[in-house]
């Protein structure tokens, strides 16, 4: 077994089992005849860290009773494991470049079951959140290392944009699946078996793992930038942190704007020192890219709204339908089944017809209309009339966001910073998932008093529980609305980022035939293309 670099800036390769020569890591190089076993495996990773972004929510008021802890500590459950998760994946997407994709989705495959075992076995509240935090950091080596592996097996762009819908399918129904999950094991087997299912997971996906994933030795290895690695992480943490205690104590709470001021300010230096670092964490070359600019601000703003459904959809179905847990769950199905559906046939040949331009802003466009439809829901209105036909047109515009997203925000760049540029695109997502909790929490609060306040209770007396039930759902109809709104605005900014003629290759993206970046037009370096994700195109496009 030998391994060889490729030449500047590529990862080296390891001939004999587990990837072939050079899978993906030349152009002529022949594609691994077990990637799409490899995706299987990445994809278990993925699925394994969405779903523990909500699977234990529906646990949690199990969890609380048995072990005692207050109200007040809850949030910490779910706190712990979004904190340690956004701070650290910058740090876990360069130690991924450092080590090795490999070791790294392995290492942090038995470390995600270690702190979940830890947690199951919790016999009181800070050995659970202690837990939580570990599954967190974890999450922050695996998640990048998933699809870093993800983009570098899969370089022919038809192919790419299959695996690519494949895994925006996972990270985007997984939320729901966890829903499920979480309230079918909960009702029959507890709480503790949401923790200790991501040890049998880890168990499909590791011995599998050894075989299949390439043995890719980096060509060059980076060092690792020890001033930007503290800035960005205790800047995402600040962030993260900021936007939780927005959604417990509001935005004018000293505790709340404390931290985002703090967490801005950390992020403002972590750019300038990025300019100046010998050997930077996130070399500025994978940010300053305006297709990956609209790639990344994509994924954040369907993370603002993806939660914000989750969030206001399971109260509504638990607190004024009185479903179950398990019920509940399986309610989110359709959306689920419609991401699956919309991500994988958009990196088909089906798709072909619709440019990569776009797939994003009428994703966007699709998720607004869902949720303006959920703005219609009433107390007693039908799951089946009112409630699917929005969450299939959502789950439909958002698996044709993420897909295209995921696939554009890490086209181009180069192996050897492939760990910190999935990174940059899952801290986009989670950053983004904290804000749109955050908004939306404290947008219905306030539109909830409102309305109790205009309709009595405010100046004599309880009101009745059908206008507490009103005030309610008139504050989640306020979310949804403001989420549609930002979806709508997002349509229209990735629009005019996303140039005319878009065509991807297997090394990047660029501008189709007599765009500006196309052949002949500056810095275009000419080579194979493909019009959209994943759709053959004439010789000639760009490379990114």
């Keep these: 077994m030998s391994t060889q670099p490729t030449g500047p800036g590529h990862a080296g390769t390891t001939t004999g089992t587990g990837g072939g020569p ?29 779903l523990d972004a909500t ?56 470390g995600f079951a270690a702190a979940s075992a830890l947690g199951g076995a919790a016999d009181g509240f800070h050995v659970l959140v202690a837990g939580r935090a570990l599954q967190g950091a974890c999450a922050a080596l695996l998640a990048p290392a998933a699809l870093a592996l993800l983009t570098t097996t899969f370089t ?8 690519f819908g494949v895994f925006g399918a996972l990270a985007g129904s997984g939320g729901a699946v966890g829903l499920l999950l979480g309230g079918v094991l909960t009702q029959h087997l507890g709480w503790r078996s949401t923790m200790y299912v991501n040890v049998l997971l880890a168990a ?32 995402l943490f600040c962030l993260v942190q900021g936007f939780a205690k927005a959604g417990t104590y509001g935005w004018s709470s000293r505790r709340t704007y404390g931290f985002l001021l703090a967490g801005a ?13 010998p050997e930077p964490l996130l070399p500025l070359r994978v940010l300053l890219d305006r297709v990956r600019g609209a790639a990344l601000l994509a994924m954040f703003v369907t993370a603002v709204g993806m939660f914000g459904v989750f969030l206001f959809l399971t109260y509504y179905l638990q607190r004024i339908r009185g479903w179950g847990p398990a019920h509940t769950g ?17 990196g088909s040949s089906a798709c072909r017809w619709l440019p990569a331009r776009p797939r994003i802003p009428l994703g966007m466009l699709m998720a607004a209309c869902g949720l303006l439809g959920m703005t219609r829901l009433e107390v007693d209105s ?12 959502m789950g439909a515009g958002m698996g044709l966001i993420m897909s295209t997203s995921m696939n554009l925000g890490t086209a181009g760049v180069a192996p050897r910073d492939a760990g910190v540029g999935s990174a940059l695109v899952t801290a986009v997502r989670q950053v983004g998932g904290s804000v749109g909790t955050a908004l939306m929490s404290t947008l219905a609060a306030g539109a909830t008093a409102s309305y109790l306040y205009e309709h009595g209770r405010a100046r004599g007396g309880p009101a009745r529980s059908e206008v507490v039930a009103d005030a309610v759902l008139h504050g989640y109809h306020t979310g949804y609305a403001v989420a549609a709104g930002i979806f709508a605005l997002g349509a229209a900014v990735t629009l005019r980022m996303l140039p005319a003629g878009l065509v991807m290759t297997p090394r990047g993206h660029g501008r189709g035939p007599g765009g500006p970046g196309g052949p002949g037009g500056p810095g275009a370096p000419g080579g ?17």
């Design 22 to 50: 050079g899978a993906g890591d030349r152009p002529d190089a022949p594609p691994d005849r077990r990637r799409w076993w490899t995706l299987g495996v990445i994809g278990l990773g993925q699925l394994m860290v969405t």
């Design 55 to 110: 699977i234990v929510n529906i646990a949690l008021p199990s969890a609380q009773a048995d072990l005692g802890f207050s109200d007040a500590q809850r949030q910490w459950v779910i706190t712990a494991y979004a904190m340690a998760f956004g701070s650290l994946l910058l740090l876990g997407g360069r130690l991924a470049d450092l080590f090795g994709h490999r070791r790294a989705f392995l290492a942090g495959q038995i």
């Design 156 to 163: 022919e762009p038809a192919e790419r944009g299959r695996a």
């Design 204 to 235: 499909l996906a590791v011995g599998p793992g050894l075989l299949l994933l390439s043995r890719r030795a980096p060509a060059r290895r980076p060092h690792l930038d020890l001033p930007g690695t503290a800035l960005a992480s205790t800047g």
């Design 265 to 277: 300010a950390l992020m403002g230096v972590f750019v300038w020192w990025q300019r100046r670092a």
């Design 330 to 346: 399986l309610a989110f199905m359709p959306m689920s089944a419609s991401i699956l559906l919309s991500s994988i046939g958009s």
């Design 382 to 393: 039908p799951y089946v009339t009112h409630v699917v036909p929005s969450l299939v047109v």
């Design 528 to 544: 194979p293309g493909v019009k959209g994700a994943g759709e053959p195109a004439d010789p000639g496009g760009t490379r990114g």
